[in-house]
């Protein structure tokens, strides 16, 4: 079943993730429309090629143009408009960068294959693995049995109310008609009657019966009596109903408040939380759907019971009385129900996408000057009343500004669209939201070069700043002012600040959940090993499919701490995760850990998911495991010397006295992984033996797979020779294929040199005893020594290597030294007599 089709079928909460995924930038009406054809791409590859992505983004729009077809020959008027809509808007921006679409839709094409293996997995475990997950349920099973309970009491209310409004028009009416009967009633002794209710029984039997004296007649008298006995006893009742429509009104208030506080101080707080997590990495957040369902009905409850203690008023206003509750518990009522109503609304207003630059998808947070970014902001009270009305205005660092000249910030100005309008019509799911496409921050320069004349004890990208949004509600004779912020945003000038500005952002939302401590970074606090260790395993599982094993995490803590028998709480200050070098290097954990990550989401993503890639160990460790496996077995792993990152594969052979040798290669860079891919090196890699012959020494991947069933399918199919058509009577003589390969050759090769001429041309010493050393050399170099080595050890007939080109360092060349296009035999042997 198709990847779409599948995700289909997944539960409310599975989908409403899925919507979360799609924006503008990639719609979901353009997956919906292409599913199949989508699916089939290979958009990874297209990340990385621009060639590539170039020629599947045209695929794309002639495959919209097919689908537009279609919908015409449907007439489907709707369809075609936003499907050329989609299609001029992929133009205008992603014409010139045909790479970027490509992330982009890789990223959402992982997004759905994580989001179905986590419903995958839930549905296979149950509650029973997930007790956490049971917990959240019962809390959200409570919270909504109580929000019922509030709504059914409102509506219990709402009867109440009309039985009380039914009550007192009786007792109006009848009062008025004994007030008739009588002819005398006066202002004064309808004052009277409606006076001290603490007293009314004997004291309104008094009135009614000097009432009584005053009717017409002494046959009048059973009947007055009887209209009195009414009177008192529909007044008693009306007050009674009274005192149990105020009392149970503040329970009301009180079960709002409580609620209120379960929805905002919890629930909204634990989402805010769980989207600080997702911003560095970690679980997807869950939407705000439901919880904008919770508040708008919590909303709806509290209008509806303002509009009563309105009703309350007006009823008071015809009817009163000394002791009357409504006049006692009514204002403090109508302030309560206001409190609630504005702190929900105030609460309700949220940043549901925090700032990031589209270039960046992966490193929200983290905003460079010049450069647009985008945010989404969103009211969870959804009143169809407010659809338009809401115009947010953007501003940057509005409550921090004389905090920023004290510490010696910089400062910003927004650029753009900065004011929106709300609206239901933007968003899949009909939310009040309204989204900033078209953001951009420009410094403010000063004298001091951007900075103030106070002291700047931090660096730029230690600096925190606030994006604000605000605006104005005005509601049924309401006016409430609405502010929220976004999480604390980094602002580079230059790319080369990423991975500095990137491990604030993550040191901060791993270690507060205060929404804006700008000041954070003037005394960082310390973070624990487990909390590092959960952090920069989601480094890797939210770009790739894989985190990291418990033993690549106790390398790295052993990198970061030391050798220690047990890392958990272990102490880590933010200077030694980012600022400090680490012992014997000259840069820090973190440059060498970020340039790993880059390494393996561009050039060796598909290798890093296998699982292919045991990545960090140590070299005890690579021994110990290595040591008893057959020779030509081998594991992959990064390198420890490498700033920018790099990777090499180690490998165990035996050497003439059998004896186990474990060796290692030079790393690999991204400079040279840019001419050839990582599997196609491993393939190629050849080492030249004593005898002069080009052997592989890589047989089986650690533990015991064939190197062929690893990576031979990412490596591409030979081209085919090219056909040509030569002149009749002519001989045809075939091309000689060619192939690129690393060699290294033995070190029994530089035994007879001595070692100021190998460090003379670039090669390691023979005693310098470093296994990495074994690294590819030019052709040119290589044939030279093996002439030389050859001609002492035996004068006689030379086998030699042929080669097809010849690189020189004088002369640039997208191939590494090392890659000699050869020509190979069908036995691949790389030799000719």
Partial sequence: MAQWNQLQQLETRYLEQLYHLYSDSFPMELRQFLAPWIESQDWAYAANKESHATLVFHNL???????????LQENNVLYQHNLRRIKQHLQSKYLEKPMEIARIVARCLWEEQRLLQTATTAQQDGQVAHPTGTVVTEKQQILEHNLQDIRKRVQDMEQKMKMLENLQDDFDFNYKTLKSAGGMMSTCTKISLIASITDKISTNLCYLSELSQDLN??????????KMTQLEQMLSALDQLRRQIVTEMAGLLSAMDFVQKNLTDEELADWKRRQQIACIGGPPNICLDRLETWITSLA?????????????????QKVSYKGDPIIQHRPALEEKIVDLFRNLMKSAFVVERQPCMPMHPDRPLVIKTGVQFTTKVRLLVKFPELNYQLKIKVCIDKESGDVAAIRGSRKFNILGTNTKVMNMEESNNGSLSAEFKHLTLREQRCGNGGRTNSDASLIVTEELHLITFETEVYHQGLKIDLETHSLPVVVISNICQMPNAWASILWYNMLTNHPKNVNFFTKPPVGTWDQVAEVLSWQFSSTTKRGLTIEQLTTLAEKLLGPCVNYSGCQITWAKFCKENMAGKGFSFWVWLDNIIDLVKKYILALWNEGYIMGFISKERERAILSPKPPGTFLLRFSESSKEGGITFTWVEKDINGKTQIQSVEPYTKQQLNSMSFAEIIMGYKIMDATNILVSPLVYLYPEIPKEEAFGKYCRPEAQPDTEFPDPGCVIQPYLKTKFICVTPCPSVFMDFPDSELLGNGFPGTNSGNTSDLFPMSPRTLDSLMHNEAAEANPGPLESLTLDMELSSDHPSPM??????????????????
């Fill in 61 to 71: 729009l002639g495959e919209i143009d097919q689908q537009y077809s279609r919908f």
């Fill in 217 to 226: 007649g002494n046959s009048q008298a059973a009947a007055a009596r009887q």
């Fill in 300 to 316: 709806e409850s509290q209008l509806q019971i303002r509009q009563q203690i309105k009703k309350l008023e007006e009823l008071q």
């Fill in 816 to 833: 590494r030294e090392g890659f000699a296009a050869a020509t190979v035999s069908d036995m691949d042997t790389c030799r000719n007599a």
